[in-house]
């Protein structure tokens, strides 16, 4: 055999170990992203400890609602006008109860509860929400593990799943969103 073959042979090798090694940095990723999901449905126990507290229903009384209507255009794409309102990131994970007199754009991970009476709350498709949400308006992207009362609207984006009951006066879901639990109206189910 001649030095280039060799060198042939040896740059094969070569390249096959960076496949190789690229292939277990992605398999890594994928183990780290599933233990992040762990750990946050580890944390569901911590905020069902806290709801039965029943500090929450007091908390959210001490709040007045705005006279103003939530505004949204159903484009849950769109942000707020100059970011106004509750901002949570991709990279944010809240355990426990979010209580807002303001409209709240979740677009990282919340186990809890969320609460902006007669406010916006939009969930971005990269959100995971393992909670309860009560809103003027809700619009959903990303995922949502729980019941939704919209007291005005509740729209389902093209890429939203959804598990859980939900009461709403008025229901919009976009094609291709997956929705598996209940709708009720919202005066049948007063709260």
């Known amino acids: 055999m001649g ?12 390249m096959t170990l960076i496949i190789v090694d690229g292939r277990r940095k992605k398999l890594k990723k994928r183990a780290a992203k599933i233990d992040d999901a762990s750990r946050v449905s580890a944390r569901t126990d911590d905020a069902a400890a806290v ?3 029943r500090t929450l229903p007091a908390l959210s009384d001490a709040f007045t609602p705005s006279e103003e209507p939530p505004r949204c255009d159903g484009d849950v794409s769109h942000e707020a006008s100059s970011r106004e ?8 994970q809240v355990a426990g109860n979010i209580i807002a007199n303001e409209s709240v754009s979740i677009k990282g991970c919340v186990v809890g509860s969320v609460i902006a009476r007669h406010q916006l709350i939009q969930l971005g498709a990269s959100s ?12 959903i992207d990303g995922h949502l593990d729980g019941d939704v009362h919209a007291s005005e609207r509740l729209t389902l984006m093209s890429s939203a799943k959804v598990h859980g009951a939900m009461s709403t006066n008025r229901f919009e879901c976009h ?14 189910t007063d709260r």
């Open 85 to 92: 309102g509750s901002y949570l990131g991709v990279a944010t």
């Open 51 to 53: 709801d039965n507290a």
């Open 3 to 14: 030095i280039e073959t060799w060198l042939i042979l040896l740059s094969v090798a070569v």
């Open 128 to 139: 995971l929400v393992s909670a309860d949400l009560e809103g003027g308006h809700v619009c």
């Open 175 to 188: 094609s291709g969103a997956n929705l598996t639990g209940t709708v009720a109206d919202c005066q049948a």
